[in-house]
């Protein structure tokens, strides 16, 4: 077995716990680090790019945005483990080094399966963007500034918006930045477009939830005035007046390793979920926890 490891590098934190991985690793497997961060790591061993890599799984370790970052380069399987501040998309919590052993051991092990997530692939006048995992947004490129959006589904266009932005979000992407807007939080494990305006001029519904076979359509209208396309808060990229915007869902997969991980109990104690989570430790009698139905 090959296992790719990368890590953000200005994290303290996340670099020490990346350390003992390799180390762990080591003794059990072959062991491949990211060139992009390869100097963290004191140049020890084989270094590739991640976009290029050949392995059998890549760990990442830091936050959202590092697990995020890694996604956009690398088609590998995905180990995501915590060392940053919220982590929706980790798997396994990095400050427990009794978790973090468990699951290198059961990652060499192969006791582990594979979640494929949806992403969305995005054209801005024919060019492609990268995919994304969490969202796309398109937003105003100066702060506080409303701007103009004609919106299109499946090249029909539907109306017109004024407002800051819209977030077009996975059901990954649902507890992002798109929940921040009011937007609805989706199970990651159903495929749907979510549209969220961002700051919206009289607009008292925010959010729809469309088919995942539907393509999405945005044009800047607001003459002589920018934009900016953003791909999962990692890439930016210019939109200008009248240019096109197409999004819609990806033939690419973001493939997670989980070790059986459920969704909403991984959401508790996030302040997200819509009901009193004080029960939740002490089930209630006819509800104890089940599988889920095939």
């Known amino acids: 077995m090959r296992v790719g490891v990368t890590v953000h590098p200005e994290k303290a934190h996340a670099v020490g716990i990346a350390r003992g991985v390799v180390a762990t690793l080591r003794s059990r497997v072959d062991v491949v680090i990211a060139t992009e961060n390869a100097a963290t790591f004191d140049g020890v061993g084989p270094a590739e790019p991640l976009a290029t890599m050949h392995a059998d799984a890549l760990i990442a370790i830091g ?23 919220v982590g929706f998309l980790a798997e396994v919590d990095g400050d427990s080094p009794l978790a973090v052993e468990q699951a290198l051991d059961r990652l060499c092990r192969g006791e582990f399966h594979l979640e494929e997530r949806m992403r969305l692939a995005t054209e801005v006048e024919g060019r492609h963007l990268p995919d994304a995992t969490n969202d796309v947004v398109v937003h105003t490129a100066q702060v506080a500034k409303m701007r103009h959006f004609e919106i299109a589904v499946d090249g029909e266009v539907v109306g017109q918006l004024r407002a800051d932005g819209v977030i077009l979000a996975t059901p990954t992407g649902s507890t992002s930045y798109s929940l921040s807007a009011s937007g609805p939080v989706i199970d ?38 920018e934009g900016v396309v953003v791909v999962d808060g990692q890439s930016e990229f210019a939109l200008h007046a009248g240019e096109r915007v197409q999004v819609y869902r990806s033939p690419r997969r973001a493939t997670f390793i989980r070790f059986g991980t459920r969704f909403v109990p991984h959401l508790i104690g996030k302040g997200i979920l819509p009901w009193n989570e004080e029960s939740f430790s002490r089930r209630s009698e006819g509800h104890a926890a089940l599988p889920p139905r095939a």
């Not at 009289?202 to 469309?210: C, G, I, K, P, T």
């Open 188 to 225: 990651p494990s159903l495929d749907a477009i979510e549209f969220t305006a961002l700051a919206p001029f009289r607009a008292s519904q925010r959010s729809v939830v469309l088919d995942p076979w539907r393509t999405l359509g945005l044009r800047l209208l607001t003459t002589e005035k």
């Open 63 to 85: 936050g959202d945005g590092t697990f995020l970052w890694s996604l956009q380069r690398s088609a590998l399987p995905l180990l995501p483990i915590h060392a940053g501040t």
